[in-house]
Nanobody
């Protein structure tokens, strides 16, 4: 069972990136998926989460209005569209799945998530 996240890169402030996360080994279509990030010297922080249907989403205040989380259950994938990137968005971004509750609501605490991708680096220059 694996989550593979990718799509990071080096961009200038104001630019955009789209992160993708693909599942293999099992389906996560009935579970919450989320994105977290960790900057050097800082704790991992919540970015966004989406419920199984895509009808409920949550965002960290720091990314509201700039980032959009979405999913495609037909291919077991979740995405993070990141617009208007800022230097403070620089971090390793990881997708995660919360399989504790079937069709549960999106959670912001990382301890709720039990499957993790390996992370993809996003670097935003000023």
């Amino acid at each position: 069972v694996q989550l593979q996240d990718y799509g990071g890169g080096f961009v200038q402030a104001g630019s955009y990136l789209r992160l993708s996360c693909a599942a293999s080994g099992r389906t996560f279509s009935n579970y919450v998926m989320g994105w977290f990030r960790q900057a050097p010297g800082k704790e991992r922080e919540f970015v966004a989460a989406i419920n199984w249907s895509g009808g409920i989403t949550r965002y960290a205040d720091s990314v509201k209005g700039r980032f959009t989380i979405s999913r495609d259950n037909a291919v077991d994938a979740v995405y993070l569209q990141m617009n208007s990137l800022r230097p403070e968005d620089t971090a390793v971004y990881s997708c995660a799945a919360d399989t504790h509750t079937w069709r549960g609501g999106p959670a912001e605490r990382d301890i709720n998530y039990n499957y993790w991708g390996q992370g993809t680096q996003v670097t935003v220059s000023s």
